[in-house]
């Protein structure tokens, strides 16, 4: 995950809304039980579990022990381990003997020395739904805003300055470049079932959705907004027919470097009654524990939220099957939402920002998680009928 994040002030103070959680909480705990996922259920509608973002056979087997009984998915993140067969094999077949489901951070290669393609092809006849999908490249639109002009490889913006002359013409090729030029490689992930492609962001996941991903992860980190990231990668997903989740990552580069048990577990409930369906905890290795990042905490936040999720129901009210409102956007607009200085496509500044921040600061003061930030797209207007509510960026309401 980029560490540039934390040179940037959250437009949104208050990120967590602890009392707006309690009183979700207070909701689903007087609901009739429903347990969301059940170890032995063929295909659960909730997952929960840790990205391993760091090389290590013994140590992918520890930390799979570790989480086994608290989670019921676990995200290979390195190369270091997809690219080499053998360990791949072997974390792989570990993880889903444990009862977990799967997520590989994999992407094409020379270095990886077999048939990709083929291995994943194999991997789901063997395990079926257990591979749940391919997570590939991340922070496509937090690049697009942040990463300095001509930088390459990680870093490379899809956009560059003098590429585009309007917002319409940034977004076509920004959409054009992930299609054409990242999902080619993936597209032996289409012919392997329901397999999904993933990624996680932290800004622009409208346009990353259009570009062909099936599920991005919103980043919980650093001093970012919750509900405003909630709002943008719940509304993208809802209008395009798509699914996301949220990853709780870096809070800053120095110890500590994740937030406490007690702020992972609200992030989670958060994110789980807003109508997530993935909630994943980021993990690095060797800086704070021997399972890297995580403490007896985080994983005591696992086990209590593991406890909630099978002893709760998933609150309608906020959750994915609700009528929301929805603040719609100009088309196009690929505003970041961290306050004026934020380049709309991180190439030119924008007087409708400072209006729409302040239009957005208070509705999501207001509307809390039950709030959606959409575009005016005509492709998607049969989508709206999924709100109650239109609040467009130029004062008209409709509902």
């Given amino acids: 995950m980029s560490q540039r994040r934390n040179q940037f002030l959250a437009l949104f103070v208050g990120a967590l809304l602890v009392s707006s959680i309690l009183g979700y909480i207070w909701i689903s705990n007087n609901s009739e039980y429903i347990s969301p996922l059940v170890k032995d259920k063929v295909s659960p509608d909730f997952f929960v579990g840790v990205e391993m973002a760091y090389d290590g056979v013994e140590d992918a087997k520890k930390l799979i022990d570790k989480v086994k009984d608290c989670t019921n998915l676990f995200v290979i993140g390195t190369p270091d381990i997809t690219h080499n067969i053998t360990k791949l094999d072997e974390v792989s077949q570990y993880a889903i003997d444990a009862g977990l489901y ?228 100009p088309k196009d607009y690929g505003w970041g939402f961290r306050g004026s200085e934020d380049k709309v496509w991180g190439l030119w500044a924008d007087e409708l920002s400072t209006q729409i921040g302040t239009n957005l600061n208070y509705l999501l003061d207001t509307q809390h998680i039950g709030l959606d930030i959409i575009y005016d797209d005509p492709k998607y207007y049969e989508a709206l009928d999924n709100y109650s509510k239109l609040i467009f960026w130029n004062g008209t309401v409709i509902g």
């Fill in 102 to 329: 799967l997520i590989l951070f994999i992407y094409p290669t020379q270095e990886a020395a077999f048939d990709q393609a083929q291995w994943i092809a194999d991997a789901r006849d063997k395990w079926g739904d257990h591979l749940v999908g391919v997570y590939a490249y991340d922070e496509w639109g937090g690049n697009q805003l942040d990463a300095t002009f001509g930088e390459e490889d990680y870093w490379k913006r899809l956009v560059e300055e003098g590429e585009a002359n309007s917002y319409a013409e940034a977004a076509n090729i920004y959409v054009r470049k992930i299609n054409e030029g990242v999902l080619p490689y993936y597209e032996f992930h289409m012919h392997s079932g329901d397999l999904k492609l993933f990624t996680a962001d932290y800004a622009l996941y409208w346009f990353t959705y259009e570009g062909g991903y099936d599920v991005i992860l919103a980043e919980f980190g650093w001093n970012h907004s919750r509900p405003l990231n909630i709002a943008l990668v719940r509304g993208a997903a809802t209008m395009q027919s798509k699914e996301w989740g949220a990853i709780i990552t870096w809070r800053g580069s120095t110890e500590p470097y994740i937030e406490s048990g007690d702020e992972l577990y609200f992030d989670m409930v958060l994110a789980y009654l807003s109508g997530a369906k993935y909630v994943v905890v980021f993990n690095y290795p060797n800086l704070v524990s021997p399972y890297g990042l995580l403490t007896n905490e985080h994983f005591g936040a696992l086990e209590r939220f593991w406890e909630y999720l099978n002893n709760r129901l998933r609150n309608k009210i906020y959750g994915s099957d609700s009528k929301r409102t929805a603040y719609v956007l």
